[in-house]
């Protein structure tokens, strides 16, 4: 598949498995798994067509291991990102480390030193192990800042938090107080 092609599939799949399956008239399950067969069928009806292969070449090939493919490879679905209110991933609950990281954009941080980080449309607030990861999220949303939260101490406060398949870290809401602001 061509990049573009590959691209253009991705992103269709992102607004389908994460926020708007109706697009395609497309039914997920309560952990946001729709049958493969009638995605691919859905998709082409749309005028989306794309084969099995190329489907199994963007979740192989997805840097940001974006999809998963079920065991029996019968059914597909986004590893986070939902905006879809009645989708739960049924992920265990993890204890995580001291500190993660979350990249934003600089015209948000007085609001986040306000009010801390929410989940807004999506389901989750999504952290990172990984500075760089953080920073590449912050720049798609104008001049990047990395914000450092203290996972660990708001776990032991009674936070929740989860991992996704392919390493997010998942939280309902982090407090500013939690909340350094490194370089901002």
Do not use: C
């Given at each position: 598949?061509?990049?573009?092609?590959?691209e253009?599939?991705?992103?269709f799949?992102?607004?389908?498995?994460?926020?708007?399956?109706?697009?395609?008239?497309?039914?997920?399950?309560?952990?946001?798994?729709?049958?493969?067969?009638?995605?691919?069928?859905?998709?082409?009806a749309?005028?989306?067509?794309?084969?099995?292969s190329?489907?199994?070449e963007v979740?192989?090939?997805?840097?940001?291991k974006?999809?998963?493919?079920?065991?029996?490879g019968?059914?597909?679905?986004a590893?986070?990102?939902?905006s879809?209110?009645?989708?739960?991933?049924?992920?265990?609950?993890?204890?995580?480390?001291?500190?993660?990281?979350?990249?934003?954009a600089?015209r948000?941080v007085?609001?986040?030193?306000?009010?801390?980080?929410?989940?807004?449309?999506?389901?989750?607030?999504?952290?990172?192990l990984?500075?760089d990861?953080?920073?590449?999220?912050?720049?798609?949303?104008?001049?990047p800042?990395?914000?450092?939260?203290?996972?660990?101490?708001?776990h032991?406060?009674?936070?929740?938090?989860?991992?996704?398949?392919?390493?997010?870290?998942?939280?309902?809401a982090?407090?500013?107080?939690?909340?350094?602001?490194?370089?901002a």
């Open positions: 598949m061509n990049k573009n092609k590959l253009s599939t991705s992103k799949l992102s607004l389908i498995l994460r926020h708007a399956p109706e697009t395609v008239n497309l039914q997920l399950d309560q952990h946001g798994w729709a049958n493969v067969a009638e995605l691919l069928e859905k998709s082409a749309h005028g989306k067509a794309f084969t099995r190329e489907l199994e979740v192989a090939t997805s840097d940001k974006r999809f998963a493919l079920s065991e029996d019968l059914s597909i679905r590893n986070q990102g939902h879809v209110a009645s989708v739960d991933l049924a992920l265990p609950p993890a204890t995580p480390p001291a500190i993660l990281y979350h990249g934003t600089s948000f007085d609001s986040i030193k306000a009010s801390g980080l929410h989940a807004r449309s999506r389901n989750h607030v999504h952290l990172s990984q500075k990861t953080a920073m590449n999220v912050g720049q798609r949303h104008g001049k800042v990395i914000l450092e939260v203290r996972a660990q101490a708001m032991q406060q009674g936070h929740q938090f989860y991992v996704s398949e392919n390493g997010v870290w998942l939280t309902e982090v407090p500013a107080s939690f909340i350094s602001f490194p370089n």
